[in-house]
């Protein structure tokens, strides 16, 4: 099962290991609770609108390219998921991420980052 909390806070610790800051000083700058915050990025607790809002103005990142990568990152488990559930045992999902295809949108704005289920799922 995808889970949409754990996407979304893998997507958060990204946005904040990319600009090289801790959880305690996002944790601040959007009035959140360290703990709280932690358990946000790891997928355990439900992000509601108002405290994505507050994350994401303190990683001065806006919330459409936060739910844009994790739109993206869904998409891609989706379609590990169902190719682990339709093909033969030890197809690997890798030449699938290779198809996908994105139009209208500059080359160098494209980066597609699977999440870690969707890299190298092998079907049981």
Same mark, same amino acid.
């Given at each position: 099962m995808i889970l949409l909390r754990r996407l979304l806070? &893998?997507? !958060?610790?990204?946005?904040?290991?990319r600009q090289g800051r801790t959880l305690r000083e996002v944790s601040s700058s959007a009035r959140v609770s360290l703990g709280y915050l932690s358990e946000v990025e790891r997928g355990q607790k439900e992000a509601s609108s108002? !405290?994505?809002?507050?994350?994401? &103005?303190?990683? &001065?990142?806006?919330?459409?390219?936060?739910?844009?990568?994790?739109? &993206?990152?869904?998409?891609?488990?989706?379609?590990?998921q169902s190719a682990a559930a339709t093909e033969p045992v030890s197809t690997s999902v890798r030449p699938m991420l290779g198809s996908v295809s994105v139009t209208g949108v500059p080359p160098e704005r494209v980066t597609i980052k699977a999440p870690a289920e969707a890299v190298d799922v092998v079907a049981a």
């Open positions: 806070g &893998d997507v !958060l610790r990204r946005q904040r290991q108002e !405290l994505l809002s507050a994350i994401c &103005d303190a990683l &001065d990142v806006r919330m459409s390219e936060l739910m844009r990568e994790v739109s &993206d990152e869904l998409a891609l488990a989706e379609l590990a």
